[in-house]
């Protein structure tokens, strides 16, 4: 670990800490910095993924595997991001990577039907409550405006203004921010209304949805547990308040289960039990292969039966690509039991509540919140977390940098041991008893 001289943690010093960290961090990671300024010239910021940017600049992977990554210059990290969810399986899985080399054997983009998005699509239909039938695509992203097209359609002319909550994320051009924060300008040119994700108990979300259950609004788009938007789990009551003024308006209760269908075999909706009128899906899914679904009622899904007047087409070059058909069957037969799922999600509870537990007891201005697998550390000063993010990565421990992290089948708890033990001694070495002397 890292030791910071004992300091007073006014704003002059923070800054200076930080400097201090990308310097160590620069300094170890030579082979990284030369790919960045290559990158710079041909991707804009020297990345083509948004997240995966911080300063100074990522370290580059070399290599994948299980719950580990390694990196250009040689540095090995347990990866506690796991692809912001998508890696639920750990990188690498041997299952997934015999699956997909065998099936190419017999080829691949045939522009035509197989038997394995029929096989796909009834291990979903029978897992997910609210899915009778599915449609693939090849992200969420897609997935969500798939979705929210149908669920329109459904409902008619009158009523084309979709329901979405403050800080969701269901894509990049379906991200929300705070209600009175800037439009992403990326978002799709649908008519939003944003309430407030909370509880339903709560006035503030009452009036939240008073405001937001208006005669145009069509369909409600919401993650059971924001995922980006902080690990924010419902307050209890939420969804099914969701649910019945859905039931009493006629309103499509869309899903958002991209990353919170890892929260239990059926899913969030089978964890909170209740039933949306469609879901979306990705991630993880197909072994971490390209993936997205959407799916739900018969009578609703049932607008793209063809030859049908006005049937809905949905014609994607990569729709049903073997690839990702083969490696999400495997993962759904092989992979993700009621068991290996169970064991994922207990972990993340214990690691939420061991991280929470240090900060209590040290009083730091820091908090965990999430539900099993997926947790996100939060803190009251932006760049305490980026403090918080290289103090990890000197002991090889990668969260996202807004403290994110989605637990894979691969961490062990003695991981998570590692990484409670080093935020404990981060912890101390901040906001110890000692006290901070002035630089
Ligand atoms: C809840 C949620 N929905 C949708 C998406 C978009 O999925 P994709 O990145 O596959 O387009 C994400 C991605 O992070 C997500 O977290």
């Known amino acids: 670990m890292i030791q910071y001289d004992r300091v007073a943690l006014d704003d002059a010093t923070i800054n200076h800490l930080i400097d201090d960290a990308h310097q160590r961090y620069r300094a170890a990671r030579p082979e990284s910095e030369d790919w960045h300024i290559k990158a710079l010239t041909v991707l804009p910021g020297g990345n083509t993924r948004s997240v995966l940017h911080f300063d100074p600049f990522p370290f580059r992977v070399a290599s994948a595997s299980e719950q580990m990554l390694v990196d250009v210059d040689g540095h090995t990290y347990i990866d506690f991001c796991g692809n912001y969810t998508a890696a ?34 009834e291990l979903i239909c029978d897992r997910f409550p609210s899915i009778d039938q599915v449609r693939f695509t090849n992200s969420g992203t897609e997935a969500n405006l798939m979705a929210i097209g149908t669920a329109l359609r459904h409902v008619g002319p009158d009523r084309q203004t979709v329901g979405v909550f403050d800080r969701a ?59 980006s938007g902080g690990c924010r789990p419902p307050g209890p009551g939420f969804l099914a308040e969701l649910r019945r003024r859905c039931d009493e308006t006629g309103t499509v209760l869309i899903f958002d289960e991209v990353m919170t269908s890892r929260l239990g075999p059926g899913g969030a909706q089978q964890r909170f039990d209740v039933v949306p009128d469609m879901t979306t899906l990705g991630k993880y899914l197909a072994g971490g292969m390209t993936f997205g679904a959407f799916g739900g009622r018969r009578d609703i899904m049932a607008a793209f039966e063809p030859g049908q007047p006005g049937a809905l087409t949905q014609a994607g070059t990569f729709n049903n690509n073997i690839v990702s058909m083969t490696a999400a069957i495997t993962t759904l037969r092989h992979e993700l039991d009621a068991d290996s799922l169970g064991r994922v999600n207990d972990l993340g509870d214990q690691l939420r509540q061991d991280l929470q537990a240090v900060f209590e007891a040290t009083g730091a201005p820091l908090w965990v919140t999430g ?29 996202a940098r807004r403290g994110f992290m989605a637990l894979s089948k691969a961490v062990t708890a003695d991981d998570c041991h590692r990484l409670t033990q080093a935020a404990a001694a981060w912890i101390e070495q901040l906001f110890g008893d000692g006290g901070h002397d002035d630089v």
């Open 371 to 399: 539900v099993g697998s997926m947790l996100c550390v939060h803190a009251e000063d932006d760049r305490l977390l980026d403090l918080l993010f290289h103090a990890m990565l000197d002991e090889g421990l990668y969260l």
């Open 88 to 121: 639920l399986l750990g990188h690498s899985p041997d299952r997934i990577k015999e699956a997909i080399t065998s099936v190419l054997e017999s080829g691949w983009a045939l522009g035509a039907t197989h038997p394995r998005e029929v096989e796909l699509a």
């Open 169 to 227: 994320y269901h894509g990049g051009v379906l991200a929300f921010g705070d209600i009175d924060g800037p439009h992403n300008p990326l978002n799709v040119p649908h008519r939003f209304r944003v309430a407030p994700f909370g509880q339903a108990a709560d006035r503030a979300a009452v009036d939240g949805l008073d405001q937001l259950f208006q005669p145009d609004l069509g369909c409600v788009l919401v993650e059971p547990v924001q995922g």
